[in-house]
C-alpha cells in the first residue's frame, strides 16, 4: 500500500510538472507568435531596382506611420525574379517591369487587391492606368510608378537628327567604335527586331535568329555594351550614340547639352514598373498604405525629382515647366507611345532560347 501510495503521489507529481512545463511552452509560443505578429504590423520588406526611391520618401513614410522599412534592391527584373521565387525573404511589396509581373500574376504570386479605393488613386493618369491593362486588364494587381521608352542618346555636334530617325543608324561603319548597346537581352533585340519588321514580343526561332544575325552584324563596330554606366559614357563624351532608357538619356543631357534623344520612326519599347503586393506580404493593409503614400503629390515629386523618370502623378507631370514637360526624354508625348510596344511575359522556353541567342552573339564578342 505505502509503496503504491508514494507510485501514486509520484504520478501525481510527473502529471502537474509536466502540466506546468507544457503551459509555459505554450505561453512561450504564443508569446512568440504575438511577437512575430506585432512585428509585422510595424515593419514592411520592400524590394526595388537600385537607386529607385528617394531616401527622405522612405524616412517620411516611417515617421508619418511608425512603420520600419526594411529596403532591399536589385539590378534587373530577371534577378528580381530569383530573388522573389527563392523564398528567402517574404517580400511585403514590389517594385518591377511589367512583363515579369506579368509572368508572376500568371503564376498566382501576385494579390488582387482595391486599389481604386486608395486615397491617392485618382491622382493618377487615366491614359498611364490603361496602357497598364496590358498587362493588369482590371488595374487589381498593380499601381504604376515610373514609365519611359528605349530610344537614342547622341551627340548632336557629330550625329544628325535625319540619321538617327531610323535605328540603321547603330549598324553605321561612319560611327564605328561610338556605339554603345544596352547589356540585357530584351532591350539589345529591339532594334533588330524592328528593322526585320517584327515586333518587340517576338518569340520565333527563325524570326529571332534573323535579328540575331542583324546583331552579329553589329557588333564588330559597338564601342561598349553597357547598362547603368551608359549615362556617364555620354556625358564624358566616350560615345556618339548608345541605345538607353529615357530617363537615362534625360539625366546624361542635363549634365551635357550637346546631347538629345529621340525615338527612331521604326518604333520601340515603352516600359512600365509597378509596385504589386506579393504572396508572401506579411501586412497587406500597410503595404497599400506605403504604395498609396507613394501616389501622394509630394512624395511623387521628390521621387520624381530624384529618379527623373516621367511620373505617373497627373500633379507632377502638371507641375512641371514647359520645356521639362515637352522633353521627349522626361515625359514621353503621345505621339512616341503611339509608335511603342509594351513588352509582354514569355514563357521560360522561349526565355531560355532568347538567353541562348544573346550568349551567341556575347561568346562571337569576346573572340
Excluded at 173 to 186: A, G, L, P, Q
Aim: with cysteine.
Amino acid at each position: 500500500m505505502l509503496k503504491g501510495s508514494k507510485m501514486k503521489k509520484r504520478l501525481i507529481l510527473f502529471s502537474l510538472l509536466f502540466a506546468l512545463c507544457t503551459s509555459l511552452f505554450v505561453g512561450c509560443d504564443n508569446n512568440t507568435d504575438s511577437e512575430n505578429n506585432k512585428k509585422s504590423e510595424k515593419s514592411l520588406t520592400v524590394l526595388n531596382y537600385g537607386k529607385y526611391i528617394d531616401e527622405s520618401v522612405i524616412k517620411g513614410f516611417e515617421a508619418e506611420t511608425g512603420i520600419d522599412i526594411k529596403y532591399e534592391e536589385y539590378e534587373s527584373p530577371e534577378e528580381m525574379y530569383t530573388k522573389y521565387k527563392a523564398g528567402a525573404i517574404d517580400y511585403d511589396v514590389i517594385c518591377t517591369s511589367e512583363y515579369i509581373i506579368q509572368k508572376l500574376i500568371s503564376e498566382g504570386e501576385v494579390l488582387e487587391q482595391d486599389y481604386a479605393s486608395l486615397s491617392n488613386y485618382d491622382n493618377i493618369d487615366k491614359d498611364v492606368l490603361k496602357i497598364t491593362q496590358s498587362y493588369d486588364p482590371n488595374n487589381t494587381y498593380t499601381v504604376p510608378y515610373f514609365y519611359g521608352t528605349v530610344g537614342i542618346v547622341y551627340d548632336t555636334t557629330k550625329v544628325t537628327e535625319e540619321e538617327v530617325s531610323t535605328w540603321n543608324v547603330l549598324w553605321d561603319e561612319k560611327f564605328k567604335n561610338e556605339i554603345i548597346i544596352m547589356n540585357s537581352v530584351r532591350d539589345a533585340f529591339i532594334p533588330a527586331l524592328k528593322l526585320c519588321g517584327y515586333g518587340i514580343n517576338e518569340t520565333s526561332e527563325e524570326n529571332l535568329r534573323d535579328a540575331l544575325q542583324l546583331l552579329d552584324e553589329q557588333f564588330p563596330i559597338v564601342y561598349a555594351y553597357f547598362v547603368d554606366e551608359i549615362g556617364d559614357e555620354m556625358i564624358s563624351g566616350n560615345a556618339q550614340l548608345a541605345l538607353i532608357y529615357s530617363g537615362e538619356a534625360a539625366y546624361a543631357m542635363d549634365f551635357n547639352e550637346n546631347l538629345a534623344y529621340t525615338i527612331p520612326e521604326e518604333g520601340s519599347n515603352l516600359w512600365i514598373d509597378s509596385w504589386f503586393i506579393p504572396k508572401t506580404c506579411q501586412n497587406e493593409e500597410a503595404a497599400k498604405l506605403f504604395i498609396d503614400y507613394l501616389c501622394s503629390h509630394d512624395v511623387a515629386m521628390a521621387n520624381f525629382e530624384y529618379v527623373y523618370y516621367a511620373s505617373p502623378i497627373t500633379s507632377v507631370v502638371e507641375a512641371l515647366d514647359e520645356e521639362t514637360r515637352n522633353n521627349e526624354a522626361v515625359i514621353p508625348s503621345k505621339e512616341s507611345l503611339l509608335q511603342c510596344e509594351v513588352f509582354t511575359s514569355i514563357d521560360d522556353e522561349k526565355t531560355a532560347l532568347l538567353n541562348h541567342l544573346w550568349q551567341e552573339l556575347k561568346s562571337r564578342t569576346v573572340n
